[in-house]
């Protein structure tokens, strides 16, 4: 399978910033569309932004302007720079991605959709 591994978390005041790593590996043959979500304590997760190998991008409209997503697709990693973070971009930071990889015996490769373990954000006031 495909391992998504993240980093960059922290605690930052208000007005601060932070950038988000998220490294992919394994078998990859291709990966189409990497993103990351959050999920606040009580909350459902939300896309936050994502982006696909041609480097088109959609966000979630409270982050517009404050957050830019990039890839290095030659690295397999999607980076997230957080600007102007508020108290309400508090979260838990998934990264997800999804494509196809190489399996042993098969000709074919095969599609995955892979979730990283999750890295706090925490934006104190």
């Known amino acids: 399978q495909v391992q998504l591994v993240e980093s960059g978390g922290g605690l930052v005041q208000a007005g601060g910033s932070l950038r988000l790593s998220c490294a992919a590996s394994?078998?990859?043959?291709?990966?189409?569309?990497m993103g990351w979500y959050r999920q606040a304590p009580g909350r459902q997760r939300e896309l936050v932004a994502a982006i696909t190998s041609a480097g088109s991008t959609n966000y979630a409209d409270s982050v517009k302007g404050r957050f830019t997503i990039s890839r290095d697709n030659a690295k397999n990693t999607v980076y997230l720079q957080m600007n102007s973070l508020k108290p309400e971009d508090t979260a838990v930071y998934y990264c997800?991605?999804?494509?196809?990889?190489?399996?042993?015996?098969?000709?074919?490769?095969?599609?995955?959709?892979?979730w990283g373990q999750g890295t706090q954000v925490t934006v104190s006031s």
């Open positions: 394994g078998s990859i043959a291709s990966i189409n569309v």
């Open positions: 997800n991605a999804n494509g196809y990889y190489y399996t042993i015996g098969k000709f074919l490769p095969a599609n995955f959709d892979s």
